[in-house]
């Protein structure tokens, strides 16, 4: 069983192929994760933080991209859209890894 990782819960109209340098990125990181589709209406903070992991990823209908972690009180601690440049998907995929890890975050 896996102690650490990230999960990500993404809207289930989201195509994999729009959002696959994300978990490049985490791979790059040598960070699991697990990834779980879900209807839109349900993917909120508490479906992405509270599962398996403790840092988790939501990714809405609309493209938003959250990370955030579960003792965080604001909305989110990094934000992207899965129109970004395939550059910026990775990187964020790598710093959602390196906020699992307690490294710091790269810059984009």
Not at 46 to 59: A, K, M, Q
Not at 60 to 82: A, F
């Amino acid at each position: 069983m896996l102690k650490n990782g990230i999960d990500i819960v993404c809207s289930n109209i989201i195509n994999v192929i729009d959002i696959e340098e994300i978990f490049f990125g985490i791979e790059e990181e040598g960070v699991p994760y697990i990834l779980k589709f879900l209807e839109d209406e349900k993917i909120d903070k508490e479906s992405y933080v509270n599962g398996r992991f403790e840092i988790g990823i939501g990714i809405n209908s609309d493209g938003e991209i959250l990370l955030n972690q579960k003792k965080y009180t604001k909305k989110y601690i990094l934000r992207e859209n899965i129109e970004s440049s395939k550059r910026n998907l990775r990187i964020f995929g790598q710093n959602a890894a390196r906020l699992l890890k307690g490294l710091p975050l790269k810059k984009l």
